[in-house]
């Protein structure tokens, strides 16, 4: 069975960027909303709730802006943390944290992570990753713009429950020949054999992938994978055998972010090679006149029309929550049970 809730709906301006947490028997979602992105208003906004009770949204990043790609992790002694970047580009974010005792009812003054230094920090856009030995794995990222944009993915690593982190090299990448500025923004899931996988959005048409052997201290080359990407966001959950991929299945630099699907991965011996549709979260409209992508250093401009984006996909008990942009006007969260077979709305 699946449900499908707004969270927020009709929003001045425009939203994007959701995360989510479960806590108890509710749902904690954070996104970014302003006039636009990267818009000098852009806060970071919170809801609690589940189904289609919600808190009213409140800001939780106090006069900081524009602030960008909220996420949220829940520590082991139950206290959540919530990072978000700030930064008038995005070339220089600044990670700053709040962390809340109450289940994310109320949250702390805003306080800077790490040295504060530009470089994007911390996870970058999707929960950070807990291995078995409790360590955590940010995937994370850094953009350069100008004449010849370059993207580059690394892995920020914390043993101490994402109070202090160590920043990997970055992923190697043949810029010389790879299409376009590089991948961003990666997603991280343990493979069976111990490993752990990475796949990330990229500029090239498809996503990008490497492998770590050990912890997440160093990483294969990023190579291209088979799987279509639009240079939009994604996000990885492995459960049992099964690796769960939310994403927009079209192919091209800023393409189209419709569809908005969930697809799986069950191929032995390593789930994550490749991927076959599972359920449709969004079908793309009928009219989707006005679609468009314009990327900058200082946000992406565009209408926000047939935009079903940047998924953040958790377990949830038994089910799969996963939140998304619903058109810049909107955060959704569904429900979905990893037994439903393939289908779509």
């Not at 930064?87 to 790490?114: F, K, M, N």
């Not at 990222?141 to 109070?163: H, Q, Y």
Request: net charge negative.
């Amino acid at each position: 069975m699946r449900t499908r809730h707004f969270v927020v709906r009709d929003v001045a301006g425009q939203c994007h960027g959701s995360t989510v947490c479960p806590v108890d028997d509710s749902f904690v979602v954070a996104w970014f909303a302003g006039d636009h992105e990267g818009a000098a208003n852009s806060r970071i906004w919170l809801s609690v709730g589940a189904a289609d009770r919600w808190t009213a949204p409140v800001v939780v990043s106090a006069d900081l802006a524009p602030c960008w790609n909220p996420v949220l992790h829940r520590r082991t002694t139950g206290e959540l943390v919530l990072w978000f970047k700030v930064g008038t580009t995005i070339s220089a974010w600044v990670t700053y944290q709040v962390r809340s005792l109450d289940g994310g009812r109320t949250w702390s003054v805003p306080t800077v992570l790490a040295d504060g230094r530009p470089g994007g920090r911390g996870p970058v856009r999707l929960p950070p990753l807990r291995l078995p030995s409790g360590r955590l794995l940010a995937g994370a990222s850094t953009e350069t713009w100008g004449e010849r944009p370059r993207w580059d993915c690394f892995v920020d690593l914390s043993d101490d429950d994402g109070r202090t982190w160590r920043r990997t090299p970055d992923i190697a990448l043949d810029h010389d020949t790879f299409p376009g500025a590089g991948a961003i923004q990666p997603t991280l899931w343990p493979a069976p054999d111990g490993t752990v996988r990475l796949l990330a959005r990229s500029t090239a048409g498809r996503l990008v992938t490497a492998t770590s052997h050990d912890d997440g201290q160093s990483w294969t080359p990023g190579t291209l994978s088979a799987v279509p990407n639009n240079n939009s966001g994604i996000a990885a959950l492995r459960l049992g055998d099964t690796v769960y991929l939310a994403h927009n299945p079209t192919v091209g630099d800023w393409a189209s972010r419709a569809p908005l699907v969930v697809s799986v991965s069950t191929a032995e011996p390593a789930p994550g090679d490749t991927f076959r549709p599972w359920l449709t979260l969004e079908e793309s409209l009928d009219d989707a006149a006005g679609e468009g992508y314009r990327p900058a250093d200082s946000g992406v401009s565009t209408t926000g029309v047939n935009e079903f984006s940047y998924p953040c996909l958790v377990a949830a008990g038994d089910r799969l929550a996963v939140t998304y942009t619903w058109q810049r006007r909107g955060i959704v969260l569904a429900l979905l049970d990893p037994l439903e077979p393939e289908c779509t709305p």
